[in-house]
């Protein structure tokens, strides 16, 4: 270390030794402040903080920072419309920034090799949507600090890696409950994997909605597949040929309501007339549908865009204040769904 080099180290020192003086507290205490750990209480936290701003201390790693300006989108595959959807929102949002975006997938190259190309391209962070994440990725982005968002994990995330998605519960509840005041009261579901946090909270949500009106929960007309075309083509067609077939099904995701028109149309059903469709997503492809789907919307360009914004703040220095953000959905209402059904049809 030079002599100069020393002689800040020093100062810097005894800087913090007056603080934690000021504030009544030890020195650890104020270098965990510093080093934005979350062992210290609310309070002396933000007095701590008010009193380095005021001596106009400035952490090591935030002197002359200058953030890259490039980020990777990371997607389990881009290949069905939710995933190009929110591709797009952040390639947007990025754009408005100044920022590049690298995309991939995790279909040939696992999150480990991704998180070593962020390093050692000089990226700013990683956006990683709908993946699992091991426990050692985890704690390699923890120990490492390394700038990660994740939207739509599919597992739950450590407290310290922020994640985005939406109101997926409520999002279910309300389609369902749509889907009841038409009259139906045979409401079907292909649902998505439960393994999924994203799947599993819109199952509980349609569940929820049927419990309200006083419905029992019938498995014998849920089906759960991946959010893709094909399973739940299959999955429909096992749906609509059971004993007591549902008047509705709710998809979970626009592919899969895809599968459920298909399956209505191969059973020769009308759609709305012998068969209500309610999807998740609203995607492009939900309007461009025959009919035209009902379904209930994700805000995707805001996905990108509060994706985009948590990771640069990552990026330089500042954690979100929340560990996860819940953006809400929006009921979107068309032709799938238009007919009513006659009171106490079955």
Same mark, same amino acid.
């Given at each position: 270390?030079?002599?100069?080099?020393?002689?800040?180290?020093?100062?810097?020192?005894?800087?913090?030794?007056?603080?934690?003086?000021?504030?009544?507290? $030890?020195? $650890?205490?104020?270098?965990?402040?510093?080093?934005?750990?979350?062992?210290?209480?609310?309070?002396?936290?933000?007095? !701590?903080?008010?009193?380095?701003?005021?001596?106009?201390?400035?952490?090591?790693?935030?002197?002359?920072?200058? !953030?890259?300006? #490039?980020?990777?989108?990371?997607?389990?595959?881009?290949?069905?419309?939710?995933?190009?959807?929110?591709?797009?929102?952040?390639?947007?949002?990025?754009?408005?920034?100044?920022?590049?975006?690298?995309?991939?997938?995790?279909?040939?190259?696992?999150?480990?090799?991704?998180?070593?190309?962020?390093?050692?391209?000089?990226?700013?962070?990683?956006?990683?949507?709908? $993946?699992?994440? $091991?426990?050692?990725?985890?704690?390699?982005?923890?120990?490492?600090?390394?700038?990660?968002?994740?939207?739509?994990?599919?597992?739950?995330?450590?407290?310290?890696?922020?994640?985005?998605? !939406?109101?997926?519960?409520?999002?279910?509840?309300?389609?369902?409950?749509?889907?009841?005041?038409?009259?139906?009261?045979?409401?079907?579901?292909?649902?998505?994997?439960?393994?999924?946090?994203?799947?599993?909270?819109?199952?509980?949500?349609?569940?929820?909605?049927?419990?309200?009106?006083?419905?029992?929960?019938?498995?014998?007309?849920?089906?759960?597949?991946?959010?893709?075309?094909?399973?739940?083509?299959?999955?429909?067609?096992?749906?609509?040929?059971?004993?007591?077939?549902?008047?509705?099904?709710?998809?979970?995701?626009?592919?899969?309501?895809?599968?459920?028109?298909?399956?209505?149309?191969? #059973?020769?059903?009308?759609?709305?007339?012998?068969?209500? !469709?309610?999807?998740?997503?609203?995607?492009?492809?939900?309007?461009?549908?025959?009919?035209?789907?009902?379904?209930?919307?994700?805000?995707?360009? #805001?996905?990108?865009?509060?994706?985009?914004?948590?990771?640069?703040?990552?990026?330089?220095?500042?954690?979100?204040?929340?560990?996860?953000?819940?953006?809400?959905?929006?009921?979107?209402?068309?032709?799938?769904?238009?007919?009513?059904?006659?009171?106490?049809?079955?």
């Amino acid at each position: 270390m030079t002599v100069q080099g020393k002689a800040q180290v020093d100062q810097q020192y005894g800087l913090l030794t007056s603080i934690a003086t000021e504030a009544g507290v $030890s020195l $650890s205490t104020v270098s965990k402040v510093v080093h934005r750990r979350r062992d210290v209480g609310a309070a002396t936290r933000a007095r !701590v903080e008010e009193l380095l701003a005021q001596h106009g201390y400035v952490r090591p790693w935030e002197r002359d920072l200058v !953030v890259p300006r #490039q980020i990777i989108a990371v997607f389990r595959d881009l290949s069905g419309p939710y995933t190009l959807e929110v591709a797009r929102g952040i390639v947007e949002a990025a754009g408005e920034l100044g920022i590049d975006v690298v995309t991939g997938t995790t279909s040939r190259r696992p999150i480990s090799r991704w998180l070593e190309d962020c390093v050692a391209l000089g990226a700013a962070g990683l956006i990683i949507v709908i $993946s699992m994440l $091991s426990e050692e990725d985890q704690r390699r982005i923890v120990e490492q600090r390394l700038p990660v968002v994740l939207i739509d994990p599919l597992s739950a995330p450590s407290l310290d890696i922020p994640s985005i998605g !939406v109101t997926n519960w409520n999002g279910a509840r309300d389609a369902v409950r749509h889907l009841l005041e038409r009259g139906h009261i045979r409401i079907g579901m292909v649902a998505g994997r439960s393994h999924s946090l994203t799947g599993a909270a819109r199952l509980h949500g349609y569940r929820a909605a049927l419990e309200e009106a006083g419905i029992d929960y019938d498995p014998a007309i849920v089906r759960s597949t991946d959010f893709d075309f094909d399973e739940a083509l299959a999955a429909s067609l096992r749906i609509l040929r059971s004993d007591r077939p549902p008047t509705a099904v709710f998809a979970a995701s626009d592919a899969q309501a895809l599968g459920v028109l298909e399956a209505a149309r191969q #059973q020769g059903l009308g759609v709305p007339q012998d068969l209500a !469709v309610m999807s998740f997503d609203d995607t492009l492809v939900a309007a461009m549908a025959c009919p035209p789907l009902s379904a209930v919307r994700q805000p995707f360009e #805001q996905l990108g865009h509060e994706a985009t914004r948590v990771l640069m703040e990552l990026a330089e220095g500042r954690p979100p204040a929340s560990p996860r953000i819940e953006l809400a959905t929006e009921l979107v209402l068309r032709t799938s769904t238009s007919a009513r059904r006659p009171a106490h049809t079955t």
